[in-house]
């Protein structure tokens, strides 16, 4: 048949689905090497020719040929076997073993004498092989055919007139053999008859059957079987020769014949795979042509000369990490040529794998995963597959199976730390580094590639992505604006980690961020008020002593930490010796008593410093006049008119004549009180002087002994004359024997007497 001629059709015989052939992977498998002589049409299901095939070279003599392939379908494995019967075409002529026949005979020889002659081989079988032989019309001889037992047919040649030598003394017939196939084919041989004297006695064997067993693979030259043939006559006649009559084409290349001594030896390989019985036939001839036959049966014994051979025939490469246990990954066949335990086959692979062999159908092994994968800790599998045999000694052969584990996105990215913290300085530059987070996903590609982002948020009300942002490939955090510690002095951040994955995953971490402090504000002076903003004037009792606590200067630092202690000193005065002021208090005291010749107007400039680096300073003037009452002043007029600008004289006018008509009014008032009570000493200060709470700046932070206050803490002080009892409302003190905020201390006027002096007045002191 033609390649590509048609079968059969599988799908209908199996019953299976046409367009299922390719998605299972259908393929025709065989033990032999004749796979290349069908193959199957994946979309009609037909099984077509590969290769023309031959039957006498596949099968030889034998009566029937049978081929036997395998289908293998995939997803589920299935095997199915095909045996494929090779019908015998009359392709092949009779062949004699000789063109030309030659034939010596006595002329002696009696009517009716037997020649025998060589029988015609056919390649093809049955009918087709062999069946009728003619001889030419000739004067003295006829042709005589007989069967024998094991098929063959026995062609003689029968005197049917006596020769006469001097008649003729050649004789040339032609020979025909006729097979029985449509159309018929024949084969010709020439015999030549010489007419000789008499010679009466053929050759005769010493067995009609010889047999020998020869192992495969002997090496050439080995001794196989002797044949011995003998003749009772004398000289020429009684010599025998031996030559093959009957013997197939792979015979005559594997075997040899001695036409002397009739020894056969090894001239070729011996493969039992390829045949495993050889049979033939030797003529036995004397010296004039007289000859007989024997038949030669040689056994081949198998030799465990063939190692397994493994095919690997499917494999799912890469696999995902995320397969589960017992997922058939490969499909494994192990094929040994040679027979019985020599064939038998165990295949294994090594033990530290999550992999092994499970059997399946015939020399067929699924490979399957035995455990969970994981592409983070292996990503690449080299297994090597071992198929071993039963023979003796054991052969074989093992094949490496490269499989790579395919990523699955099943990892979040990690990050190194548990929580960051970050510390900036106040009055950053806007883009800064803050510091860099980093995570890490063992996952691979786009799986494992780490993108980071801000989650939403708010730092005192408005968006966290106000203040920092993100680098989405790096990490780094950076600085949206400058930051102001006295706003705020810390936040917090949460930042994400997501891989690219599908579905993605992430993890998020805290970031602190801390503000540092930084000299970045000069201390801000409450009391006295600022110049220009009020003008205000300290009354100096002239019974004053040393240590006289006279004003306080109230300063405070937006600053914290070292940045906002305060100290505080006079750089100018205008007598140096008489007035003192607390470094850390303010408070500004006497440091003698006063004396008549000291000028009732002073003026101070005191300096308040913090202690950062630079340090930040400022200054007020405070302006005192020593005196027990306004009406001892003779005029009022600006302390500070020496240092004031000619541009404010015009200003200074207006408010002098204000300051009079006040001022001449509490005069009238005070000459009222001082005449009901002229003999009473005046503490501290004639007249009320306040601080307002209005000068203290919300948010403040206290550093105790460094001048600074609370934002809910101030100083009223209340002073009023001629009152028999004075209250002094306290909330804390910078000098050491102030009273606890809560207590209310009430004192007799013997009791101020020790500190002022006599004193007839009675003093009520209260606390809140």
């Known amino acids: 048949m033609k390649r590509g001629s048609i079968i059969g059709n599988i799908v209908k015989d199996l019953g299976l689905e046409a367009g299922g052939l390719s998605a299972r992977k259908a393929r025709i498998d065989t033990d032999d090497d004749y796979q290349h002589y069908c193959e199957i049409d994946s979309k009609t299901g037909n099984l077509v020719v590969g290769e023309r095939m031959d039957r006498e070279e596949l099968c030889g003599d034998k009566a029937s040929c049978m081929l036997t392939f395998e289908l293998v379908l995939e997803s589920p494995l299935e095997l199915h076997r095909i045996s494929l019967l090779i019908q015998d075409v009359n392709d092949n002529s009779p062949v004699f073993p000789k063109d030309t026949l030659k034939l010596e005979i006595g002329e002696s020889a009696d009517k009716g004498a037997r020649y025998r002659l060589n029988e015609a081989h056919d390649a093809d079988i049955g009918q087709n092989t062999v069946q009728l032989y003619s001889l030419q019309k000739n004067d003295n001889f006829v042709l005589s055919v007989r069967g024998d037992t094991d098929g063959s047919k026995q062609v003689e040649l029968v005197l049917d007139n006596e020769l006469d030598r001097e008649k003729q003394h050649d004789v040339k017939l032609v020979l025909v053999a006729v097979d029985g196939g449509n159309p018929q084919r024949s084969g010709t041989a020439i015999i030549n008859v010489t007419v000789l004297d008499a010679n009466d006695n053929a050759p005769v064997f010493s067995q009609a059957v010889y047999t020998a067993s020869l192992s495969e693979n002997s090496p050439l030259d080995t001794l196989v079987a002797t044949v011995s043939a003998t003749d009772a006559d004398e000289g020429i006649n009684g010599e025998v020769t031996y030559e093959f009559s009957r013997i197939s084409e792979r015979a005559k290349k594997v075997f040899s014949l001695d036409s002397k001594s009739g020894e056969i030896k090894v001239m070729g390989p011996i493969d039992f795979e390829s045949d495993s019985k050889y049979e033939m036939r030797i003529d036995a001839k004397d010296g004039y042509g007289l000859s007989s036959d024997s038949k030669v049966v040689i056994d081949i014994t198998d030799v465990n000369d063939n190692a397994p051979v493994i095919y690997l025939k499917s494999l799912t490469n890469p696999i995902p990490e995320n397969v589960s246990p017992g997922t058939e990954v490969g499909i494994i066949n192990v094929q040994d040529r040679d027979s019985d335990n020599n064939r038998q086959v165990r295949c294994s692979i090594q033990q530290n794998v999550p992999f092994k062999l499970v059997p399946s159908i015939k020399n067929y092994y699924s490979l399957v995963t035995t455990g969970q994968l994981d592409r983070e800790l292996v990503s690449d599998y080299n297994i090597t597959v071992t198929a071993t045999d039963e023979g003796s000694p054991p052969l074989s052969s093992s094949k490496s199976v490269q499989l790579s584990v395919a990523d699955v996105n099943d990892n979040p990215p990690v990050f190194e730390e548990q929580s960051y913290s970050a510390y900036v300085t106040e009055n950053n530059k806007p883009g800064s580094t803050l510091c860099s987070v980093t995570a890490r996903d063992p996952d691979w590609r786009q799986n494992g590639t780490v993108i980071y982002s801000l989650l939403p948020g708010e730092v005192n009300g408005a968006p966290v992505s106000s203040f920092v942002s993100v680098n989405g490939d790096t990490g780094v955090i950076h600085a949206v604006r400058s930051f102001d510690y006295e706003q705020f002095r810390s936040f917090k951040v949460h930042v994400m980690a997501r891989d690219n994955g599908s579905p993605p995953l992430s993890s998020n971490v805290t970031v602190s961020v801390s503000i540092t402090d930084v000299n970045d504000n000069s201390p801000q002076i409450l009391y006295p008020a600022p110049e220009g903003n009020s003008f205000m004037t300290e009354l100096v009792p002239k019974a004053a002593h040393g240590g006289s606590l006279v004003s306080k200067v109230i300063a405070v630092d937006a600053d914290s930490g070292q940045n906002a202690w305060l100290s505080y000193h006079i750089v100018k ?144 002080a209340y002073l009023t004359t001629g009152s028999r009892t004075s209250d002094f409302k306290f909330v804390t003190s910078y000098n050491d024997n102030t009273l606890p905020a809560d207590q209310t201390l009430r004192k007799s006027p013997s009791d101020f007497a020790e500190v002022f002096g006599q004193s007839e007045e009675s003093l009520e002191v209260r606390i809140n």
């Not at 600008?645 to 000459?671: D, E, P, Q």
């Open 573 to 716: 005065s205008t007598d140096p010796g008489l007035f003192t002021i607390g470094l850390h208090s303010g408070e500004i005291r006497t440091q003698r008593d006063i004396s008549e010749s000291d000028s009732m107007k002073q003026n101070l400039i005191v300096s308040v410093k913090d202690n950062g680096q630079p340090s930040l300073s400022a200054t007020c003037a405070m302006y005192l006049l020593i005196s027990d009452n306004l009406a001892e002043v003779p005029e009022l007029k600006d302390m500070s008119h020496d240092e004031s600008n000619s541009k404010l004289t015009s200003y200074l006018i207006i408010a002098l004549v204000s300051v009079s008509t006040f001022f001449l009014t509490f005069i009238i008032i005070i000459l009222g009180v001082r005449f009901c009570r002229r003999r009473k000493p005046r503490l501290l200060f004639d007249g009320a002087v306040a601080i307002p709470s209005a000068y203290l700046p919300p948010n403040y932070a206290d550093v105790d002994g460094t001048g600074t206050l609370r934002s809910t803490y101030n100083y009223d």
